[in-house]
């Protein structure tokens, strides 16, 4: 690879590059439409109109009414505020259920509020990565507030039965939460089908910038604000909107409603391709996670004695990972892979590989190849 070739980008969990449409889109609201959305002027009227268009466009994605969303500044705020504020808001319920697999953004407020007094129970997985249903249902209890498990894990892409949780939650009183940052613009669904109370959504893992996020909140559903301040997105999220990337969200979820069926499809076949090809020629690799309920665009795979570190430094062609962005200085095994039952040294042999819609054919066969020689120069085959 020369200076001047880029990477091939296979790391679309940690973040996506934005679409030229959305920066098209949010480009007029960093220029002449700099109105706050609060002020009783056309400048004002303006980006109000331009902050409710685009909540209608996130709403019209996933099945909700324009309401019913919340607009944050990422997927940790949005956690912290469904997972701290539905506590603040029913302090007789003291109990919170979650799984071991979540993202620091979910099991750093369940820490919080256990350094707090409340009891947190973390439910288990099976071997492909998905929380069992059997170790929710024990769990609960009549003093549960909470229930947070992901919709799909960044690392295996293993998708969780969160409507099946949720009926367990909600049997128990309980409210429902889950982390969709990586189904979102991915993968298609709705709020109504999953059956949850909350639902947090990041702006960079679907091709709008970093810095912006929903958290849909259900009509009705209990939740004290976690900052305090004007009373802004109907009093749950103080602060003057960050009108360029709400609108740049908008775009974003807008062009996820419209293509994502054929994207999504496309992408899966790359996916199973990029697979089938490193199985043909690598003995003995395996895949990590559910073979079938795993996101469209990731592939985890484990490269039989050899580390997934090495394989990717001798891989200058392609940008890839071996777990989540948020680990990305930690060369220790992997909490998610192990806790599907794997050794530390088969968590350290695996490797994500995650597609993007800019993903093509030529990419997945130069990776394929490029991952094999790396493969027989580490074990002389």
């Given at each position: 690879m ?21 920066i098209?889109?949010m ?6 439409h700099f ?9 004002g009227?303006r980006?109000r109109?331009?902050?409710g268009?685009?909540r209608?466009q996130?709403?019209d994605l996933?099945?909700?009414s324009a309401e019913?969303?919340?607009f944050?500044?990422?997927?940790t ?8 504020g539905v ?6 319920r ?8 979540e993202h620091?953004?979910?099991e ?6 256990q350094?707090?007094?409340y ?5 288990a997985?099976d071997?492909?990565g998905m929380?069992?249903?059997?170790t929710?249902?024990?769990a ?15 690392e295996t ?8 949780i949720?009926a367990?939650a ?11 940052a990586?189904t979102?613009?991915k993968?298609?669904?709705?709020v109504?089908e999953?059956?949850v ?9 679907m091709y709008?910038?970093?810095?912006i996020?929903v ?7 209990a939740?004290e604000?976690?900052?305090?301040g004007?009373?802004?997105e109907?009093?749950l999220r103080?602060g003057t909107?960050?009108v360029?990337?709400i609108?740049?969200?908008g ?6 409603r419209k293509?994502g069926e054929?994207?999504e499809?496309r ?5 199973d391709e ?7 020629k690598?003995p ?6 559910h ?8 592939l985890?795979?484990?490269f039989?004695?050899?580390s997934?570190?090495?394989l990717?430094?001798n891989?200058p062609?392609i940008a890839a990972?071996?777990?989540s962005?948020?680990h990305?200085e ?7 892979i ?5 050794s530390e040294r088969?968590?350290l ?5 995650t ?6 054919a030529v990419?997945?066969a130069i990776?394929a190849?490029?991952l ?10």
């Open positions: 020369t200076s001047a070739t880029k990477p091939i980008y296979l790391d679309h969990n940690a973040t996506t590059p934005v679409l030229p449409e959305v098209d889109a480009l007029p609201w960093l220029k002449e109105g706050n959305p609060s002020s009783d002027h056309i400048y009227h980006a109109e331009a902050v268009n685009a209608q996130v709403a996933i099945g909700s019913e969303i919340c944050t500044s990422g997927g705020e949005s956690n912290n505020l469904a997972i701290r506590a603040a808001a029913h302090p007789e003291k109990h919170i259920v979650t799984s071991v697999i620091p953004a979910t750093m407020p369940c820490n919080f509020l350094q707090h007094g009891e947190v129970s973390r439910v997985v071997e492909a929380v069992r249903l059997d929710i249902e024990s609960l209890g009549a003093t549960t507030a909470l229930v947070t498990v992901m919709h799909a894990n960044s892409g293993t998708l969780q039965p969160i409507r099946e949720a367990l909600h049997a128990q009183g309980a409210v429902m939460h889950t982390d969709a990586q979102t613009g993968l298609r669904y709705s109504t999953l059956d109370d909350l639902l947090s959504i990041v702006g960079h893992k709008a910038p970093k810095g996020g958290l849909y909140v259900r009509s009705g559903t939740i604000p976690q900052s305090l004007g009373g802004h109907r009093g103080a909107e960050n360029p990337y609108v740049a969200l775009r974003a979820s807008e062009i996820a293509d054929e994207t499809q992408i899966a076949g790359l996916r990029l697979w089938h090809r490193l199985r043909e690598i003995g690799l395996q895949l990590n996670g073979p079938d309920r795993r996101l469209p665009n990731t985890n795979v484990r039989p004695g050899v997934g570190n090495t990717l430094a891989t062609e990972s071996t777990g962005a948020c990305a930690d060369a220790s095994a992997s909490t998610v192990t806790a599907m039952g794997l088969e968590a042999e695996s490797m994500r590989l597609l993007g819609r800019g993903t093509t990419d997945i990776t190849n490029a094999w020689r790396a493969y027989l120069a580490e074990t002389g085959g």
